[in-house]
């Protein structure tokens, strides 16, 4: 096989990506390991970039993204791809004296929370990932884009290698595309894997994503998102300790969620390290080091690719 750019990973970055490429008429391969913990499947798809306290370039490059988001959703939908998402807002809600003045919490709250003094509300809105993904997948395939679950297992100019159905296969590819999340050490980027854990409840949401303390809610398919857990390494899966943590927090910060019943636990893989979108080497490009703001940098992400494939 042979194509313009094979896309190595398929989360929101890779799949958004060759989306974008696609639209511009390259053809794309889309390669994916289907690994167990990957960040996009888990995620919450918060586009906060004042509450996350980004700056700087990173912080236009956020912008960039809460503005994209609708006319893409627009564009899906039109399609009969709909996809669950909001921009209303992100609230802050201040939990002492020194948050309120920090955070200039002048506002009601719009959700009870225990020991609230107040809230400010920046621009921002949330996107299910999970969604966007397959709704991006499924475009994907209408534009006739081959998606193969194979682990990749070289990758050099010119192409890349590995596996497809336990068997060994190549493709030839003018430029390569590493957005493999947490896993892109194995190519020797900087990046280390950093697990969140959430948790997904039968209850009443707030209208909009809501941070106070060292979590956050936001609406999640007729219910409420709870996270998130922060914990360094490979260890697969939700333990006691995240359900507890996720489980205390719902239960002691939020009078309505006192009695909510327990849906689905969600986990995955961020990818901490200095965020790169640029070429590693000939022929090779990557997009690595988003950590917890994956979903609010990939059209920026996308739009640098192209920018650097001169498209």
Not at 101 to 112: D, G, I, N
Not at 121 to 130: D, L
């Amino acid at each position: 096989m042979r194509v313009e750019v094979a896309v190595v990973g398929a989360g929101i970055i890779g799949t958004l990506a060759a989306y974008e490429l696609r639209k511009r008429g390259l053809s794309v391969l889309l390669l994916d390991a289907g690994k167990e913990g990957a960040a996009t499947l888990a995620s919450a798809g918060m586009l906060a970039p004042y509450p996350e306290g980004l700056s700087g370039e990173v912080l236009e490059a956020a912008l960039f993204g809460l503005e994209y988001y609708p006319g893409l959703l627009e564009e899906l939908a039109a399609k009969g791809w709909k996809v669950e998402a909001g921009f209303g807002g992100t609230q802050v809600v201040a939990l002492s004296q020194v948050e309120k003045e920090a955070w200039e919490a002048q506002e009601s709250l719009s959700y009870p929370v225990r020991g609230g003094r107040g809230a400010h509300t920046f621009p921002g809105g949330y996107v299910h990932p999970k969604a966007l993904r397959k709704a991006l997948l499924k475009a994907l395939e209408v534009m006739e884009t081959p998606f193969l679950q194979a682990e990749v297992e070289e990758v050099k100019e010119g192409g890349v290698r590995g596996r497809w159905l336990e068997e060994p296969f190549t493709a030839q590819a003018r430029f390569v595309l590493l957005a493999v999340g947490a896993w892109g050490s194995r190519f020797g980027l900087g990046v280390r894997p950093l697990k969140g854990e959430a948790l997904v409840l039968e209850g009443p949401a707030p209208p909009s994503p809501l941070f106070a303390g060292e979590g956050y809610l936001l609406p999640r398919e007729g219910g409420v998102y709870v996270g998130a857990t922060q914990r360094e390494g490979w260890a697969q899966g939700v333990d006691l300790f995240g359900l507890r943590w996720l489980s205390d927090y719902a239960h002691e910060r939020f009078p309505l969620l006192a009695g909510a019943r327990f849906r689905e636990a969600l986990w995955g893989y961020r990818p901490v390290g200095e965020l790169f979108v640029g070429e590693v080497e000939r022929g090779v490009l990557a997009a690595v080091g988003h950590g917890r703001n994956g979903v609010l940098l990939a059209p920026w992400t996308a739009k640098r690719i192209l920018e650097l494939l001169g498209v």
